[in-house]
């Protein structure tokens, strides 16, 4: 089991960047597939990054790639997100997410994930 905790979230200008973090806890880290989803008021949650359990592949929805960047550390049993040239419709909780699997596929339903952070919010002001 792997408890997450968020944090990085706050308010941005259009064309900005803020990096978001994940800390999770417990002794097996690199066995999970990490992801970012997000929600924004009135939507469903969606998918935007995820990467295996070694860092070896990164996956993002359409409407985040090339601006947004998901990386781990092990070792210190974090993952990021660094998001670039952000968009007033990035506005969001988002929402990090664990999923128990060291292969190489990669899961973008909500569904799909066992373990969630309570998230943090990303306000983008135009």
């Known amino acids: 089991q792997v408890q997450l905790v968020e944090s990085g979230g706050g308010l941005v200008q259009a064309g900005g960047s803020l990096r978001l973090s994940c800390a999770a806890s417990g002794r097996t880290f690199n066995s999970y597939l990490m992801g970012w989803f997000r929600q924004a008021p009135g939507n469903e949650r969606e998918f935007a990054a995820a990467?295996?359990?070694?860092?070896?592949?990164?996956y993002y929805a359409d409407s985040v790639k090339g601006r947004f960047t998901i990386s781990r550390n092990n070792a210190k049993n974090t993952v990021y997100l660094q998001m670039n040239s952000l968009k007033p419709e990035d506005t969001a909780v988002y929402y990090c997410?664990?999923?128990?699997?060291?292969?190489?596929?990669?899961?973008?339903?909500?569904?799909?994930?066992?373990?969630w952070g309570q998230g943090t919010q990303v306000t983008v002001s135009s």
């Open positions: 997410a664990a999923r128990r699997y060291s292969g190489t596929y990669y899961y973008t339903r909500e569904y799909e994930y066992a373990y």
């Open positions: 990467i295996t359990w070694n860092g070896g592949s990164t």
